[in-house]
């Protein structure tokens, strides 16, 4: 660990420091224009989740425990960082979707030069993220709040991302015009010349089939892996060829060599590649979204 990681490590525990003594269940609930949102504490974890409005089921959205704030709880969220394997040192990273933060945070100490830019709709989940989570945003943290598809529309032309992470889900999944080609295809042209687009998906949505086909339809190469959650990551480049054979090696020797710290080699072993979808299923397109 760098000196710089060391002074960052200490800085989030001294923020988290006073969650130690918080009770067990819930610490928060509120809803937003956007969302229904509980913080809750159960055992060692706390939890930020998303209720349902109708059914009053809560998605939980990240885990935390906070006695080791850099280890990510979640399965998924373990996934969505083997594309590292394939960007092992990413300089510039685009987020769509905050939640807690734990990506953000994770990446943020391991790349101690990376610049993180994240968009997040609902301003509540900035502020959550902040008291509950240990997300701290700094000169190379930057947060905006707005929509992240308006948000990709202004950027300069010429701003170009390593990694861009698609993560912006709601109880009810993620929002239709964040699924389409038409974003896919933005997102393509905002990558750098090896840049990946990495995005959350849940098999049990019903537009899942369908946003799968579409994705894979965005990019040349594209390559998935599904956790026992039921989420199913899916990954795509222009450029990079993403061969899921060789990623097992490729882990290894990331872990071994690469500087980020980051347990790639025993996250491979909880995902399965290729995961199933109809392949007959729409491609979802912003044409429809208004029809």
Not at 25 to 33: A, D
Not at 82 to 91: D, E, G, K
Not at 145 to 152: P, Y
Not at 247 to 263: C, D, I, K, Q, V
Request: hydrophobic residues 40%.
């Amino acid at each position: 660990m760098s000196p710089w990681q060391e002074r960052n490590l200490a800085a989030i525990t001294r923020r988290l420091a006073p969650l130690r003594h918080s009770p067990q269940g819930i610490l928060f609930e509120r809803r937003s224009v956007y969302n229904h949102i509980v913080v809750r504490r159960k055992r060692n974890q706390f939890l930020l989740c998303y209720q349902h409005q109708q059914s009053r089921v809560e998605e939980v959205q990240s885990r935390l425990d906070p006695l080791s704030p850099l280890d990510l709880l979640s399965p998924y969220t373990q996934a969505m960082l083997l594309a590292l394997v394939w960007c092992p040192q990413p300089r510039r990273i685009l987020f769509i979707g905050l939640g807690g933060g734990r990506l953000q945070m994770v990446l943020h100490h391991a790349f101690e030069s990376a610049q993180l830019d994240t968009v997040e709709l609902d301003p509540l989940v900035v502020d959550l993220a902040t008291r509950f989570f240990g997300f701290f945003p700094d000169e190379r943290q930057r947060t905006v709040i707005a929509d992240g598809r308006s948000h990709i529309r202004t950027l300069a032309a010429g701003t170009t991302y390593d990694l861009i992470i698609l993560d912006a889900y709601r109880a009810e999944g993620v929002a239709p015009h964040l699924l389409t080609y038409d974003f896919y295809s933005e997102c393509r042209a905002l990558l750098g010349p090896h840049g990946l687009v990495v995005s959350n998906l849940h098999s049990s949505t019903p537009v899942y089939d369908a946003a799968r086909r579409t994705f894979a339809a965005a990019f040349r190469y594209t390559t998935a892996c599904s956790v026992s959650s039921g989420n199913i990551v899916v990954i795509g480049s222009d450029t990079v060829s993403l061969d899921s054979r060789i990623l097992w090696n490729r882990a290894a020797l990331a872990e071994r060599f690469g500087t980020s710290g980051l347990p790639l080699a025993t996250w491979v072993q909880h995902v399965s590649f290729r995961p199933p979808y109809r392949r007959r299923a729409s491609i979802l397109r912003d044409s429809r979204l208004s029809a």
